[in-house]
């Protein structure tokens, strides 16, 4: 089931929607989430990095699972996390925080796997290219950073070289709002909105500039055309532009050059977008705490979501597995009887050695995923692939 | 036909008076005699074909002395020198007046005139390189094929193996002058090219006398070796790169192989080269020092054969580091065993030999020009030993002779003599200032201090529209921010000394820029761009972060400055271009907490009707930004929302929108855009009820100054969107307000169209609408805001009128019987409005009250008159 998901900083709750019906699903409680704060973990599980007064040093990240409405897991990171993602297959989480770090965590164990120094301002997106190798992150003072994720656990690899990230692009001059990429893995092109009122395409195989497009107002949001031939950017005088990649564009019309056109409800600034996974489909949030859903084919409206009084700040589209009809043909088998969803894996830690001690006490217990899911991903770390194996000895010294 | 005249027997007996007399019988033909083929030759006609061509020459293309391109070239091969100079003259003439013919017959001519370039005679060879140089590459300039080229290049390379040493330096003059025009020639013919170079240095002692032509062949090499790659330090690339690309990014693209170029070849040949030059170099260096002056041509070839080393060594330099960039991330363990193929392994042994001779100095003191010859010479070395200062490690004692005289160079200690010694100066000075933030973060700590010492002193003392501040700006960028390439500090700021230099240069950054002016743009520029990376870059809570704050009570200077008299100075940024004020805007949202005095100059700024409106925007974007992320104090941006607000001006353009004030109405769309940014701006700021109250607050402190009514609205307009209803408003404020608004529904009311079911112009309606739309509003919330505002204008019709009725002042009649019309029209107005015709059915008292007064100033005796 393809649902629509979305956050705001106020206290509204993740909102649910069945993309396709427009029915509601559960709301999930109590979250304020920061900007490009919103994960789906795995399809298994939501996260979301909270905005925090000023005043707390640490920052929260909670999960929600699907079927319940309250918060499930509650950690708290060293520093606020503004922007989160995970991989596809939900085995890490990767967090952008406000001093410019960026945190990577094992999520079956909540071990911080490593935390590197990546900008001078605060992270405020990040998203994984489309093989998952690379990591892309934007932060306040303009710069764009791509990271190979191989290079940044290869810490003898990154004192040899001359600088750890793979490329920086540094010709936003104000805040990056919001990124997104292509298709192609490391040869997609990525585009990059900033508040500078310009959107910029990057080539990520030669790591230059391929055009920059001004803008009339700012733009918050992105969302690339799966044929790449055009891109939608979510401005805050609420109007979604349509930008041209692929076509030519000699002449400029009334809005710039290479924009072509645009999508126009009259609302409050757009926050954020999404495409479906058909591509036929794009979800906007808004400022005024709407969700649009368009057909970017027609560009007419679909649909519209209320999710509530203040904006918007997230909008998702995920596929959400019905758990109900697995959970029974699991449990018609499986000798441990489990009522409600698949536990949630543990906190995140904190630092990153903080866990040790937590493995030697023997305190945490091994997340009781899915087999399905087990299937799904393969590579455990070390870490959780020896405890599973000392406990399976205690099992086996149970029954001798 | 001469044979059969009969006349021709009749003079033989005459004939033979004079001589033997022959006896002919009679009947006989007579043999032809031999004087009689002259005339048969003559009424040949004199080459007659040639004449006819003579006679068609009319369309042909010929040269001042009436020859054809044809026969010029078949001169150019004459024997007689003086016939070949003519030639190539005439050659000269006929190209210059028809452009035509040579790109008809450019492969005709050159394949001619290419036999020349070995000619043995000067003038000719001299002649042919002007024709060369002045007539023939520019002309051919675009559609040069290869194969020109290379028909030259052979001639050309048979020349520079020539016996005579004459034709040979002039061979390389012509290959000098080739790729002048064509570069990519010389990568074709490096090889060879450099050889010959090689063998005419070696025999450098033969030329030694002549060395105005050793001169002209080293110009040569400069050149070629000047077109090989090597890392060239520009300013910045991302400044000016341009990005305009073509329409489709994803559009297939032609690959075609770049330049083809195997330099592998050419690091041998430079390799075998540099030695030479070297060599070459140390045979002059016996001439400098016993005598007392050099000579004008030897101080050349000196130079120019610096300039070689120079080259070749940054082109070696170029191969290590291009190699250290293709290999060194992957696998930098690589590096120091495929580094010798670059070629270093042999040249610092008599390159460090060679740099002993540093400095060069004069025994004697002799004139100022010397002086300054050596200087330069001692400039070249520098550079040269600065190039080469990565991978040689010289001695303590050079290093130091360096040092002292780059510092000595920085402080201004050596001076140039000459009167064109300033911009020679400076020139230098720019060669060498990229090498200084390498050098201060290798060399020990006191030089280092010294160094800086003298460095900062160079920049404080530089003149604003000196060149220099380019290279200084971009030595400082280097030695301030972490580089973009290695992305790591090259100098070590936690030590005090340092950061006091970097705050002395943060320091004079805003001065200069107050300083230039408009004058010069670009500088300004990279300045800004110097100010904004330093914004983002620079480690947050760090001392450079903090000089970064403290820089924007200089920095107010640059946008505006309000004198004692309250008259107001714009600074620079009004006047720079508009990449130029984006740029410095930006500089804005990275200042950790933005100073009211800065937001005071800059609301000036905006205040001002030259500011282009979409600046005027883009610093309302930033500054939200900059709240935003918490750089920007909540009240501090109210304030400056409602103070562009409340007097921003917009020109009078008043009812009648005829065509030649269409700019004074565009003015007023302007500021409907501002008041609609700043609406939008308030309204996401998130708590609504705060912010209105701070709102409230500072519009009532704005509403004494009676602002225009645009303005007014504007201000009514922010207070409608925050406002909820019931109204938010408290008591005393909508005591104020009321006082403003009927004052204002009165200005307002001459908008109304006088007929309500008239069509008049839809302009005039809008317009109308946009004045009283925000008064309905308050209306509708609060009642007694209305209440109030029928009051008064009631008794703004009634009012003093009995300490006024004896005052026949027919001004004030006029100015009474307009303001009752008005109160009529608004009143009609409002009553058409569904919303505000149930408000005012409930305050029946204050309109009847109105009605009796305009009653009782109806019956007013002043009326009569």
Redesign the interface.
């Known amino acids: 089931m393809e649902v629509v998901i979305a956050s705001s900083p106020v206290d509204a709750g993740i909102g649910c929607w069945d993309l396709h019906s427009g029915a509601e699903q559960l709301r999930y409680r109590s979250c304020t989430s920061t900007p490009h704060g919103l994960a789906c973990v795995g399809q298994r599980f939501l996260a979301s990095s909270q905005l925090r007064d000023?005043s707390s040093s640490s920052g929260s990240i909670l999960y929600w699972s699907w079927s319940k409405p309250q918060v499930e897991v509650k950690s708290f990171p060293a520093e606020p996390i503004h922007p989160l993602v995970s991989n596809s297959d939900g085995m890490y989480i990767i967090g952008g925080g406000s001093?410019?770090a960026i945190y990577f965590w094992e999520v079956a164990s909540g071990r911080l796997l490593k935390r590197w120094h990546a900008h001078?301002?605060?992270v405020t997106c990040l998203f994984l290219s489309d093989d998952e190798s690379l990591l892309v992150s934007g932060a306040?003072?303009?710069?764009i950073r791509v990271w190979s994720l191989f290079m940044v656990f290869d810490d003898i690899g990154m004192e040899?070289?001359?600088?750890?990230?793979e490329y920086?692009f540094?010709?936003h001059?104000?805040?990056v709002t919001d990124m997104v990429s292509g298709y192609g893995g490391c040869n997609a092109?990525i585009v990059s909105a900033s508040?500078?009122?310009t959107c910029k395409?990057w080539s990520l195989s030669r790591g230059k500039?391929?055009?920059?497009i001004d803008f009339p107002s700012?733009i918050e949001a992105v969302a690339l055309d799966p044929g790449?031939h055009v891109f939608y950017a979510g401005a805050?005088?609420g109007k979604i532009y349509i930008a041209?990649?692929?076509?030519?564009?000699?002449s400029s019309n009334s809005y710039g050059k290479h924009i072509i056109g645009t999508l126009s409800d009259n609302s409050?600034?757009v926050t954020c977008l999404a495409f479906s996974k058909d591509g036929i489909l794009l979800v906007s949030g808004s400022?005024d705490g709407t969700i649009r859903v368009w057909d970017a084919k027609t560009h007419n409206i679909v649909r519209i979501y209320r999710l509530a009084k203040g904006?918007v700040n997230n909008v998702l589209v995920v596929r959400r597995p019905l758990y109900s009809n697995r959970q029974t043909s699991e449990n018609s088998h499986s000798s441990f009887s489990r009522r409600h969803a698949p536990l949630l894996p543990p906190p995140l830690g904190k630092y990153v050695n903080s866990t040790d001690e937590n493995v030697d006490s023997g305190a945490v217990s091994v997340p009781q995923t899915p087999s399905s899911d087990i299937m799904d991903a393969p590579y455990l770390s070390y870490h959780v692939l020896t405890k599973q194996i000392s406990e399976l000895q205690v099992f086996f010294i149970f029954l001798s | 036909m001469a044979r059969s005249k009969p006349s021709s027997s009749k003079k033989q007996p005459k004939r033979g008076v004079d001589f033997k007399k022959i006896k002919r019988k009679i009947g006989r033909k007579l043999p032809p005699p031999k004087n009689a083929t002259n005339t048969e030759i003559k009424s040949k006609a004199i080459i007659l074909p040639e004449q006819s061509v003579a006679s068609e020459r009319a369309g042909l293309a010929v040269s001042k002395k009436g020859l054809t391109l044809k026969e010029l070239l078949q001169q150019t091969s004459h024997h007689n020198a003086k016939v070949r100079r003519d030639a190539l003259t005439g050659i000269r003439d006929l190209v210059l007046k028809y452009p035509a013919e040579l790109t008809l017959h450019k492969l005709a001519i050159i394949e001619k005139l290419r036999e020349r370039i070995s000619d043995e005679d000067k003038v000719v060879r001299e002649t042919l390189y002007q024709l060369l140089k002045l007539v023939i590459f520019p002309a051919l300039k675009k559609d040069v094929p290869g194969s020109l080229i290379s028909l030259m290049m052979a001639y050309i390379f048979n020349g520079m193996t020539h016996l005579a040493t004459d034709i040979r330096l002039m061979a390389f003059k012509f290959f000098d002058l080739v790729v002048q025009h064509y570069p990519s020639s010389f990568f074709m013919y490096a090889e060879k090219v450099l050889q010959n170079y090689e063998d005419i240095l070696r025999k450098n002692h033969i030329y030694l006398q002549d060395r105005s032509k050793l001169k002209n062949a080293l110009v040569g090499l400069v050149r070629c070796l000047s077109l090989l790659p090597c890392n060239r330090r520009t300013v910045d690339p991302s400044y000016g790169k341009n990005t305009e690309t073509q329409g489709s990014l994803h559009a297939y693209e032609l690959e075609v192989p770049k330049e083809h170029t195997d330099f592998s070849s050419i690091i041998k040949r430079l390799e075998d080269i540099l030695p030479i030059l070297v060599n070459c170099f140390q045979d002059f260096i016996p001439l400098v020092h016993p005598m007392s002056s050099l000579d004008a041509q030897s101080f050349d070839c000196m130079l120019y054969l610096l300039r070689s080393i120079d080259l070749s060594v940054k082109f070696f330099l170029y191969g290590i580091d291009k190699h250290q960039t293709d290999f060194g991330v992957t696998k930098p363990t690589y590096n120091e065993k495929d580094m010798p193929v670059w070629g270093e392994i042999a040249t610092p042994v008599f390159l460090r030999k060679f740099l002993e001779v540093f400095p060069l100095n004069q025994l004697h003191n002799t004139s100022g020009k010397d002086e300054d010859k050596f200087f330069i010479l001692n400039i070249e070395i520098t550079e040269i030993f600065l190039h080469s200062n990565e991978w040689i490690f010289t001695s303590a004692i050079l290093m130091e002779r360096f040092l002292e005289f780059i510092e000595n160079l920085l402080s201004g200690k050596i001076r140039f003599n000459s009167r064109s010694g300033k911009a020679l100066q400076e020139k230098h000075l720019t060669s060498l200032l990229p090498f200084i933030p390498r050098l201060v973060s290798l060399v020990a700590n006191t030089w280092k201090s010294r160094l800086l010492q003298a460095f900062t002193m160079a920049f404080k003392d530089c003149k604003p529209e000196s060149t220099l501040n380019l290279a200084f700006l971009s030595a400082i960028e280097e030695m301030l921010l972490p580089s973009k390439r290695q992305g790591i500090l090259l100098l070590d700021a936690s030590e005090p000394e340092i950061l006091d230099h970097q705050i002395t240069w943060i320091r004079e950054l805003p001065v200069l820029l107050v300083r230039l002016g408009d004058t010069l743009s670009s500088l300004s520029k990279v300045i800004l761009h110097l100010l904004l990376r330093l914004g983002q870059y620079a480690p947050m809570n760090s001392s450079l972060a903090w000089e970064y704050d403290i820089m924007q009570h200089t920095l107010g200077e640059f946008y505006s400055m309000c004198l004692d008299d309250g008259s107001i100075l714009y600074g620079p940024f009004m006047k720079l271009p508009k990449d130029c004020q984006e740029l410095s805007v930006c500089c804005l949202y990275y200042f950790s907490s933005l100073d009211s005095l800065l937001l005071r100059s800059l609301v000036y700024c905006c205040l001002c009707d030259n500011l282009e409106p979409s600046v005027l925007f883009r610093i309302i974007d930033v500054l939200h930004s900059a709240y935003k992320i918490g750089h920007l104090q909540l009240v501090d941006l109210i304030s400056f929302f409602v103070t562009l607000v409340a007097r921003w001006k917009v020109l009078p353009g008043r009812l009648y929108t005829h065509v030649e004030n269409a700019k004074k109405i565009s003015n007023r769309e302007t500021f409907k855009a501002i008041t609609g940014a700043v609406c939008s701006c308030l309204r996401q700021m998130g708590d609504d009820a705060l912010i209105f109250q701070i709102v409230q607050r500072v519009i009532l402190d704005e509403i004494p100054l009676n602002p225009p009514i645009d303005n007014l609205c504007g201000m009514l307009r922010l207070l409608v969107i925050l406002d909820s209803r019931p109204t938010k408003l408290s008591e005393q404020s909508i005591i104020i307000l009321s006082n403003s608004i009927s004052e204002y529904l009165i200005d307002a009311a001459s908008y109304i169209p006088e007929n309500g079911d008239e069509v008049t112009d839809s302009n005039q309606i809008s317009i109308c609408q946009y004045y009283l739309v925000p008064c309905f509003f308050l209306f509708d919330r609060s009642d007694k805001l209305l209440n109030l505002v029928l009051d008064l204008m009631g008794s703004s019709i009634g009012e003093d009128n009995s300490s006024l009725a004896c005052n026949h002042d027919t001004q004030h009649t006029l100015d009474l019987s307009s303001r009752i019309v008005a109160v009529v029209s608004i009143l009609l107005y409002m009553h058409q409005d569904i919303k505000i015709r149930r408000r005012l059915s409930s305050c029946k008292g204050e309109i009847t009250r109105i009605l009796q007064k305009m009653r009782l100033q109806l019956i007013d005796p002043c009326w009569e008159q």
């Open positions: 000023s001093s410019g001078y301002r605060a306040e003072d303009g710069c040899m070289a001359k600088n750890p990230y920086s540094s010709e001059t104000l805040r092109i508040e500078d009122r395409v500039l391929l055009r920059s700012i790449e805050r005088d041209s990649i692929n076509a030519e564009t000699t409050k600034g400022e904006p």
